[in-house]
């Protein structure tokens, strides 16, 4: 297998402007923009694991794929096990490639998908259907009865099964896997993820896998790459990166629902809510927001605590907010509700058992725990503490 670094990558694209006669784009003096997809990017994938890359549509994670299999030019370096593969062409660099859309040839059959790569490289005959074999036993049960149909003729789920094995009988040593599993419905979905988890657990293949999708993040990936603005912010294990978010991105990205960011002045001690509520902040609390007078405060909503709407604040403790309840989602997995409330400019939410009567419109008071907070700069978005 190969380990994965890419140092400084940097990938920008020319963007024309709208089709226009050269007199009146003179006169707009409209000029070509540039878009950077990728803003030097650092990233480093160990051998043999795999990295699931998440982040907001627009952020470049296909871009990224693109750029380690060598299908686009970029500035910066792009090594396999410390080999600078610039100049490496792609069909030289043993990768397996599963895309959103699944690529598959229409007018071949299922062994002939898989049987082109050999085709290509002029390898023989007895050799091709040795690894179709191989792949198929891999695959497991009913794959060899795709190989007999054309993809016109298959589910999305069996066109997804035929572009993995496609990707296998190449013997990669990079898997590249592009939103794989995005156009299959809910069960196809869990029983294809299982599949690849598989596979990647028995082949132990170095692995990038794109996804916008937490839950798969987490099944799939070693590690998860927070992805935004053409670069990676952060890089860990979910519980790492839930627990310390590098910023606030992160913190808003990350998290099933997403973590609570309020904005707060600090004047004389004391928290300023968008909403008037003034706060006093405990002496330890005190010490890491002096170097700031704007910050943002984030709480995730399983660590906030229903309270009484007749409560005395518990200062010492955490402080109070309330609001208004606007939406509540159950949540039957794990048998609660996730209620979402506001006050003025400041919305939060919370996780509560599904037996609590909430309803829309109903007044709402939480309790914020001091220890559970994390902290931001809102100029920066840089973590405090």
């Known amino acids: 297998m190969a380990a994965i670094q890419l140092i400084k990558v940097t990938k920008t694209f020319r963007q024309e402007p709208a089709t226009l006669s050269r007199a009146a784009l003179h006169l707009l003096q409209e000029q070509p923009q540039e878009i950077r997809a990728l803003d030097r990017l650092d990233l480093y994938v160990p051998d043999g694991q795999t990295i699931a890359v998440v982040g907001p549509s627009g952020c470049g994670k296909s871009t990224l794929l693109r750029v380690v299999a060598g299908l686009t030019d970029y500035e910066g370096t792009v090594m396999y096990d410390g080999r600078d593969m610039r100049d490496v062409p792609t069909k030289e660099r043993r990768i397996g490639m599963v895309f959103q859309n699944y690529a598959l040839y229409p007018h071949f059959y299922g062994h002939g998908n898989l049987r082109f790569f050999f085709l290509v490289n002029r390898a023989p005959d007895a050799e091709a259907e040795a690894r179709i074999r191989v792949t198929a036993e891999i695959m497991g049960f009913g794959f060899r009865e795709l190989l007999k149909r054309k993809p016109g003729t298959l589910s999305g789920g069996q066109q997804q099964r035929l572009a993995i094995g496609r990707a296998i009988v190449r013997q990669p040593e990079l898997f590249l896997l592009d939103e794989p599993l995005s156009n299959l419905d809910a069960k196809l979905r869990v029983q294809t993820r299982l599949e690849i988890k598989r596979l990647l657990h028995k082949f132990a293949i170095t692995t990038l896998y794109v996804t916008h999708d937490q839950v798969e ?137 599904a037996e609590q009567p909430m309803a829309q419109g109903y007044p709402i008071r939480v309790l914020i725990p001091w220890s559970a907070i994390h902290w931001f700069d809102t100029a920066s978005g840089s973590r405090l503490v």
């Open 217 to 353: 993040a987490q099944a799939l990936g070693d590690a998860i790459a927070v992805m935004h603005a053409g670069r990676i912010e952060q890089v860990g294990t979910y519980q790492d990166i839930t627990a310390r978010p590098a910023n606030l991105f992160v913190a808003g990205f990350l998290g099933l629902p997403p973590m609570n960011l309020i904005p707060a002045k600090v004047i004389e001690g004391h928290l300023v809510l968008p909403t008037g509520q003034r706060i006093p902040v405990p002496g330890q609390v005190a010490e890491v927001l002096h170097r700031t007078d704007s910050v943002t405060f984030g709480i995730r909503p399983d660590a906030i605590r229903l309270a009484p709407l007749d409560g005395v604040r518990e200062v010492s403790q955490g402080f109070d907010l309330r609001g208004a309840i606007d939406v509540v989602e159950p949540d039957f997995a794990r048998r609660t509700q996730i209620v979402y409330a506001s006050h003025g400019e400041v919305s939060f939410c919370v996780r509560v058992t």
